[in-house]
């Protein structure tokens, strides 16, 4: 398995609290990405990384900002988290930019209250 | 990137093949298919992608219409631990999102 960690693996929060999850890998992948999954709506690209400090916009970015400062590490932060940002967060990472083997993390569940 | 339709749903019996389809009819050239699955609770998990020729790997078989408008996954000996959703997606090969649409639940039986 890809070694990819997520923490934490489950938080909960109140409403308006800024939260920041993290995802670091061990396998030195240039391209990171965060996605949300929720019922209905399958998988979800928030943001993604294609390199330290270079990072763009997915489809669902609003009330979500990111950070790489560090190869290894792509870090997620809800500023003022809303009730309908409780979902289950996943990290991804790919070698290259053509993204085709994405390696998933095990996921971090959020509830805000 | 092009859709995809898949099935809600299959059911498939232990030891038998799965054959999970997939239409894209809108795929153009450069497109490739991809299948991942994701097993309950877990990330999504890569299983194999192709651009027009049959693909087999330790996992699976791709077999894609030579239209390029219809796919079928492959799991030739499924196994209770196949047991997930399993997600068919259409991606031209240069860009970074994947876009993961309802996929299919299998369910293996003994």
């Known amino acids: 398995d890809a070694g990819i960690t997520q923490s934490p693996r489950h938080k909960v929060t109140e409403t308006g609290t800024p939260v920041t999850l993290r995802c670091h890998q061990t396998?030195?992948?240039?391209?990171m990405y965060w996605y949300r999954q929720d019922p209905g709506h399958g998988l979800r690209l928030i943001h993604y990384?294609?390199?330290?400090?270079?990072?763009d916009k997915g489809e669902v970015s609003d009330g979500y900002s990111v950070s790489r400062s560090k190869t290894e590490d792509f870090l997620l932060t809800l500023e003022s988290a809303t009730s309908s940002q409780t979902s289950v967060y996943f990290c991804?990472?790919?070698?290259?930019?053509?993204?085709?083997?994405?390696?998933f993390g095990s996921g971090t569940q959020l509830s805000v209250l | 990137d092009a859709k995809t339709t898949q099935p809600t749903s299959m059911d498939c019996a232990e030891g038998r093949a799965a054959n999970l389809p997939c239409n894209h009819s809108?795929?153009?050239?450069?497109?490739?298919v991809y299948w991942y699955r994701q097993i309950h609770s877990q990330g999504p998990q890569y299983i194999i992608h192709?651009?027009?020729n049959n693909e087999t790997n330790e996992m699976a078989s791709l077999i894609i219409t030579e239209d390029r408008k219809s796919s079928t996954l492959i799991l030739p000996h499924a196994t209770l631990r196949d047991t997930a959703v399993y997600y068919c997606?259409?991606?031209?090969?240069?860009?970074?999102?994947?876009?993961f649409g309802g996929g299919t639940r299998l369910m293996v039986k003994p």
């Open positions: 991804a990472i790919s070698e290259g930019d053509r993204g085709e083997k994405l390696f």
């Open positions: 396998e030195n992948h240039r391209y």
């Open positions: 990384s294609y390199g330290v400090k270079d990072t």
């Open positions: 809108t795929i153009s050239g450069n497109e490739y």
């Open positions: 192709g651009l027009k």
């Open positions: 997606i259409v991606r031209a090969l240069a860009g970074n999102m994947l876009t």
